[in-house]
C-alpha cells in the first residue's frame, strides 16, 4: 500500500500492472513473471505472477543491482541460462531461485520512448529456456504494456483531479453558510488542513491603507501569529502577495522566504502559499505549512490550494459586503438615536421655559420681567437651534436624493465673513476671534450656503476649544482662480488615527466625549464645497488644534451654472 | 417646600441649567451647576448637595464617569436623579442605580415632583 501511494498508483493503474504481468506470463508461457517500475534511483516491484509470485523477493532494488537492476541501468533485455550464471551475483536471487526451482530469467526494459520506465522480467524452471525471438516477443509486449501503463497513468491523474475537484466542492458548500467574517476565516483554515492534510494553515487580509498583510484567521497556530504584520515581498506569504502567484517552498528553514518571526516561534519544513484574488485584485494569501521531515508540497498540492482559494474568495468577498451591509444600518440606527438625543436638548428647553412663563403668569400678580426676558431669549435661541438641526436633516436628504441645488451670484467674501463672525455673539464669548479678510475677492457662490459652511467650521473651531483660546478666520488668494477660507483653532484637535474620517457621514471624532452634534456639518461642508467645485481639508499643525481650508474657484463675473448635487450612493 | 435643600444640577446644555436653577431657585431651592461631571466632583467636594440631577452625556467626565468616582467618596451620598434625552432612560439610570430618572423633554411638574421627593435637607 505504501508504494501504490508514492507512485501515485490507483486501482484502474494496480489492475493494469497485474494483467500486463499475467499476459507476459501467458505469452512465453512461462512459471513466474514479475514487472518492477522506476522510482526515482529505485526499482519497486509492483506486479508478480505465478504459484510463488516468481522470485521477486525484494520490494526495492537499486538501479543497477540484481538482475532487474542490470537490465534498468544498461537498458538492453538480459538472458540468463541457469542460475549459475547470473552476472549480478546476487546471494538473494541465487538463494530464492534454488528454493523454487526457478532455472533461467529474462528481463526486457519497458520505455516511455527513450526512458526506461521499469522492468519485466520472465522465470522458468527450464534452463536455457529463452532465445532471441522471446526476448524481440518479450521486448513488442513491454512496448504496447508502457503505453498500456502510461495510459493508466493519465486516467488516474485525471480521476485524482476530479476527485479534488469533488473535495473543493464539498468544501466549498460548507463555505456558504458562514457570513460572518472572523468565524469563515477560521472556517477556511480548519477546511485548508483537512483538504491538504496539513497541521498549520494562516489566512491572512490585504490592508489596503498600511499595505500589509494582516492574520484574520487560522488553524493550528498558537496566539502570537495575531500580531505578525507582512509587508509586500516578506517570506512567503508576502511573496505570494506580490507575485500574486502560488508558491511552494520545500526546505523553508534555509530559504530566503524564512521570516524571522516565524523562525523564532514555529519549525515548518515546507511551506506553501496561494494568493486570495477577487477579479484580479489582491484580498489575501493563504498559507499552510508542514513539520513533519519526510512530506513535501507537490503541483497536486498546488492546484487544490488554488482551486479553493478561488471558491474561499468569493465567500470572503459575499461575507464583507455583508458586514458592510449590517455596519450600515448599525450607523443609520447610531445617527438616528444621536439625532434624537440633538433633537431633544432643544425641544427640553422650549418646553421647559414655555412652561415657567406659564407658570409665572397663573402664580404671580407681577411676572419677573427679567426673568420673562430670560425664557424667550432661551426660546428664541433654542428655536433656531431646533431650526438649524432640521436644516442639516433637510440638508443630508437633499444631499444624499442629489436635490441640493446651489443659488450662485458673485458674492464679496469679505463681507460674507464679517456678517457670519458678527452673527456668532455670545457663543464666542469665551474665545480670542481674529479675523483677517481685508482682501477683495469675488466669486460665484451660493452666500447662503457658504455662510453654512463658514458657520459650521466656525461652531466646530469654538466647540472644539473648550477652554477658550484663540480662533483665527483668513481670507485669501493663493492663484488667481482660487479663494481660500481658513479657520484655525488652537483646540482639542482630532487624534490622527480619526482624521481620515473626519468628512464622513454621521462621523464624530469626540463621539466618546459627548461633545453635541448630529456629525453631519463636516459632511455637508464637503459636500456644498464640492458642489461649488472647490474643495475642503483640515490640517493639524504641529502646535494643536485644527485649521480648515476651503477653497473655492474664485473669479470672474460669469457665474456658473448651478450644479445639481450628485447622488452619494 | 424643603427651603434649605441644596440642588446639584449636572449637565453640558447652559440653557437646560440655566432652565433648572430658575425654576428650582423659584421654589426656594439652593442650586448649584456644574457643565460635566468633573466640575461637579469639584462642587460636592466644596458642599454636600442634598440631591443631584445628573445629565449622562457629557464632555470631559460624563455621568457614568461621575457615578463611579462620586460613590467611590466616603459618604454619605446624596441621591442622584438622571435627566437624560437617551433613548431608554430607564436603563441609563438603572446602569449606574440611581434613585430616580426623567427623560428629556420633561414636564417642569413632573422634574418639581422627583425633586420634592428625593431633596430631603439634613
Known amino acids: 500500500m505504501a508504494v501504490e501511494e508514492r507512485l ?24 513466474g513473471a514479475g514487472l518492477r517500475l522506476v522510482d526515482g534511483d529505485e526499482l519497486v516491484r509492483v506486479a508478480t505472477w505465478g504459484p510463488v509470485g516468481g522470485v521477486m523477493a525484494r520490494e526495492r532494488l537499486r538501479i543497477g543491482e540484481s538482475l532487474s537492476g542490470q537490465v534498468a541501468a544498461s537498458g538492453q533485455p538480459l538472458i540468463l541460462a541457469h542460475t549459475d550464471a547470473d552476472p549480478s551475483h546476487d546471494p538473494v536471487y541465487r538463494a530464492m531461485a534454488e528454493q523454487h526451482g526457478f532455472r533461467s530469467w529474462l528481463g526486457v526494459p519497458l520505455r516511455d520512448r527513450e526512458r526506461v520506465v521499469g522492468v ?4 522458468s524452471r527450464t534452463e536455457q529456456r529463452f532465445g532471441a525471438a522471446d526476448v524481440r516477443l518479450l521486448e513488442a509486449f513491454a512496448g504496447q504494456a508502457a503505453v498500456a501503463i502510461e495510459n493508466a497513468r493519465l486516467f488516474e491523474r485525471e480521476r485524482e483531479r476530479r476527485r479534488q475537484l469533488e473535495a473543493v466542492r464539498e468544501v466549498t458548500l460548507r463555505l456558504a453558510g458562514e457570513m460572518e467574517l472572523a468565524p469563515l476565516l477560521e472556517l477556511i483554515s480548519r477546511l485548508v488542513s483537512e483538504l491538504l492534510r496539513v497541521e498549520s494553515v494562516a489566512v491572512y487580509l490585504w490592508d489596503e491603507t498600511a499595505a500589509t498583510l494582516v492574520p484574520r484567521g487560522w488553524h493550528g497556530y498558537p496566539d502570537w501569529l495575531r500580531e505578525l504584520r507582512i509587508g509586500p515581498g516578506e517570506g512567503v506569504a508576502g511573496t505570494v502577495a506580490q507575485r500574486r502567484a502560488g508558491l511552494i517552498v520545500d526546505d523553508y528553514r534555509s530559504t530566503p522566504y524564512a521570516h524571522p518571526a516565524v523562525l523564532e516561534r514555529a519549525e515548518p519544513r515546507a511551506v506553501i502559499g496561494e494568493p486570495l484574488l477577487y477579479e484580479g485584485e489582491l484580498r489575501g494569501v493563504i498559507t499552510a505549512s508542514i513539520q513533519e521531515p519526510d512530506r513535501k508540497f507537490d503541483e497536486q498540492d498546488r492546484q487544490l490550494l488554488a482551486l479553493f482559494a478561488a471558491q474561499a474568495v468569493i465567500a470572503i468577498e459575499h461575507a464583507r459586503l455583508h458586514g458592510e451591509a449590517r455596519e450600515a444600518v448599525r450607523v443609520r440606527d447610531e445617527f438616528l438615536s444621536v439625532a434624537a438625543h440633538e433633537l431633544k436638548t432643544p425641544v427640553t428647553s422650549l418646553l421647559g421655559f414655555a412652561q415657567m412663563l406659564l ?10 420681567e427679567r426673568l420673562i426676558r430670560r425664557a424667550l431669549q432661551a426660546i428664541e435661541q433654542q428655536s433656531r437651534r431646533l431650526s438649524r438641526l432640521v436644516t442639516e436633516l433637510l440638508d443630508l436628504s437633499r444631499l444624499e436624493g442629489g436635490r441640493l441645488v446651489l443659488d450662485r451670484e458673485l458674492t464679496d467674501l469679505a463681507s460674507l465673513v464679517e456678517s457670519v463672525v458678527a452673527s456668532l455673539g455670545d457663543s464666542a464669548s ?13 466669486a460665484p457662490v451660493d452666500p447662503l450656503r457658504l455662510e453654512q459652511v463658514l458657520t459650521n467650521l466656525l461652531d466646530n473651531a469654538i466647540k472644539y476649544s473648550p477652554d477658550g483660546g484663540r480662533i483665527e478666520v483668513e481670507l485669501s488668494q493663493p492663484s488667481p482662480e482660487t479663494a481660500r477660507l481658513a479657520v484655525r483653532d488652537h483646540g482639542i484637535g482630532i487624534p490622527p488615527e480619526l482624521r481620515q474620517r473626519i468628512f464622513d457621514r454621521y462621523y464624530q471624532a469626540h463621539s466618546n466625549d459627548h461633545l453635541s452634534g448630529m456629525g453631519l456639518g463636516l459632511y455637508i461642508s464637503r459636500q456644498i464645497a464640492e458642489l461649488h467645485g472647490g474643495s475642503i481639508r ?9 485649521c480648515f481650508i476651503l477653497d473655492l474657484p474664485a473669479g470672474s463675473g460669469d457665474t456658473a451654472p448651478s450644479r445639481r448635487a450628485k447622488a452619494t450612493r | 417646600v424643603s427651603a434649605e435643600a441644596h440642588i446639584l444640577v449636572v449637565d453640558d446644555d447652559a440653557t437646560i441649567r440655566d432652565l433648572i436653577e430658575i425654576v428650582l431657585s423659584a421654589e426656594g431651592y439652593a442650586v448649584r451647576t456644574a457643565q460635566h461631571g468633573a466640575a461637579a466632583l469639584e462642587l460636592v467636594a466644596q458642599s454636600r448637595p442634598n440631591l443631584i440631577l445628573l445629565d449622562m452625556q457629557m464632555p470631559i467626565l460624563d455621568g457614568w464617569g461621575f457615578a463611579r468616582v462620586y460613590r467611590q467618596q466616603p459618604g454619605p451620598h446624596a441621591p442622584i436623579v438622571v435627566l437624560t434625552a437617551a433613548r431608554d432612560a430607564a436603563a441609563r439610570a438603572a446602569e449606574i442605580q440611581a434613585d430616580g430618572y426623567l427623560g428629556k423633554p420633561f414636564n417642569l411638574g413632573e422634574l418639581l415632583d422627583l425633586v420634592g421627593q428625593h431633596a430631603h435637607p439634613r
Do not use: W
Not at chain 1, 501515485?8 to 512459471?31: M, P
Not at chain 1, 519485466?120 to 522465470?123: E, G, I, Y
Open chain 1, 120 to 123: 519485466l522480467v520472465m522465470q
Open chain 1, 430 to 442: 469665551g474665545h480670542t476671534l481674529v479675523v483677517r479678510a481685508s482682501l477683495q475677492v469675488r
Open chain 1, 359 to 368: 407658570r409665572q403668569f397663573d402664580r404671580q400678580r407681577s411676572p419677573d
Open chain 1, 538 to 546: 483640515a490640517e493639524f499643525p504641529p502646535d494643536g488644534g485644527s
Open chain 1, 8 to 31: 501515485r498508483l490507483g486501482t484502474q493503474l494496480t489492475e493494469t500492472l497485474a494483467r500486463i504481468t499475467e499476459e507476459a506470463a501467458g505469452l512465453l508461457a512461462v512459471e
